[in-house]
């Protein structure tokens, strides 16, 4: 079946540095990918998506390309800033699946500290 | 703008208890969703909705019944608690999903604990 594996976390970094958080999945078709992201005390929001090989998904400075060769989706942010403090999920979905449904990964949490 | 929203966010049930999650959305999306999120777990797809009236299973849908009257709500239904019910739980809406354009709406969670 599907499945996605992020690194563990948590991950701590001081403002500024350059984040990566690893993603790498396994799918019986030709999955879109996406980087869902989730604040303190709210839902997961869409934070940006891929839907073919070599496609770079962007937006609020991070960036993600999805690599159909290592099956990977790794997301990376030059300089953090403590507003990004959050958990970070990686999902999946499966062309060859049902369209209704996203497998994520565990989730990696992520604090920025001044 | 309130989005999809959530009661209760945190509660407590003694085994056997059973309790209604409540979820609504002002969207007007067709399709809903149950998640529940287990510690240092993925999330997990419970029941799923595409339009009133229609449910269907997700991965993890024992012990839990849904339904869909309205558009708007999508009420999740827990009969006798376990405490392998203990997660925190999400509901989510998004227009008609087609590959690629998996944007889903998510409530801000329930935290329910069974003891």
């Known amino acids: 079946g599907d499945s996605v594996t992020q690194m563990e976390g948590p991950v701590t970094l001081s403002e500024e540095a350059f984040l990566t958080i690893n993603c790498t999945y396994t799918?019986?078709?030709?999955?879109?990918l996406f980087w869902y992201v989730q604040y303190p005390g709210e839902g997961l929001q869409l934070l940006l998506k891929a839907t073919k090989a070599d496609d770079k998904g962007s937006n609020k400075g991070f960036e993600a390309t999805y690599r159909k060769e290592t099956t990977s989706f790794h997301l990376e942010k030059g300089s953090v800033q403590v507003s990004d403090s959050a958990v970070y999920f990686c999902?999946?979905?499966?062309?060859?699946?049902?369209?209704?449904?996203?497998?994520f990964g565990k989730g990696t949490l992520l604090t920025v500290n001044p | 703008n309130a989005g999809v929203t959530q009661t209760p966010k945190f509660r407590i049930l003694k085994i056997g208890q059973s309790m209604t999650l409540q979820c609504t959305q002002d969207?007007?999306?067709?399709?809903m969703y149950w998640y529940r999120q287990d510690p240092g777990m993925g999330l997990k797809l419970i029941y799923y909705?595409?339009?009133?009236?229609?449910?269907d299973k997700g991965e993890v849908p024992n012990g839990y019944n849904v339904s869909r009257s309205t558009t708007e709500d999508f009420p999740l239904r827990l009969e006798l608690a376990a405490p392998s019910q203990t997660s925190v739980y999400f509901c989510?809406?998004?227009?008609?999903?087609?590959?690629?354009?998996?944007?889903?709406?998510f409530g801000s969670g329930t935290q329910l604990s069974v003891l």
């Open positions: 999902a999946l979905s499966d062309r060859g699946g049902s369209n209704y449904k996203l497998t």
């Open positions: 989510a809406s998004s227009y008609p999903v087609r590959q690629g354009n998996e944007k889903l709406f």
């Open positions: 799918a019986t078709g030709y999955p879109s």
């Open positions: 909705s595409v339009g009133a009236g229609i449910t």
């Open positions: 969207m007007n999306h067709n399709y």
